[in-house]
């Protein structure tokens, strides 16, 4: 998704795309009002500090998801039985800015109780 920088003019990408190719960004950046879209120039907008953070999110995002992946491979388990603790783990957070450390601190109790 093409987003311009409110305070530069500049035009940069953030793009999130799913493990089955699924392109989802405008769905999560609208779903949590992080653009204004200006009609006249028909472009989504932010501000340069809500798209350092944004980029942090997707970033974390997609390194989560091939830390599942990889972990499930060494661990030799299915990557359902880790989504499903972060699941859990996130069951009562609703916060974007925990969603990192909570999947990281799962990682961390799985590794524990494979002992690896």
């Known amino acids: 998704m093409i987003v311009k920088i409110i ?3 500049v035009l940069t990408d953030l793009t999130i795309i799913d493990k089955n190719g ?15 879209y200006n009609e006249e120039t028909e472009e989504h907008e932010m501000s ?4 350092n953070w944004w980029d942090e999110y997707i970033t974390n995002l ?9 972990l499930a491979e060494e661990l030799n388990i299915d990557e359902d039985i880790i989504n499903d603790k972060i699941m859990a783990a ?3 957070e ?3 800015n925990d969603e990192h450390n909570i999947k ?6 799985i590794r524990s109780e ?3």
């Open 7 to 9: 305070e530069t003019d």
């Open 22 to 36: 699924i392109e989802w960004t405008n769905d999560l950046l609208g779903n949590n009002n992080a653009t204004t």
């Open 48 to 51: 340069q500090e809500a798209y």
């Open 62 to 70: 997609k390194n989560d998801e091939r830390e599942v992946i990889a």
């Open 90 to 92: 996130m069951q009562h």
């Open 94 to 96: 609703n916060d974007l």
């Open 104 to 109: 990281q601190s799962v990682f961390q109790d």
């Open 114 to 116: 494979y002992e690896i």
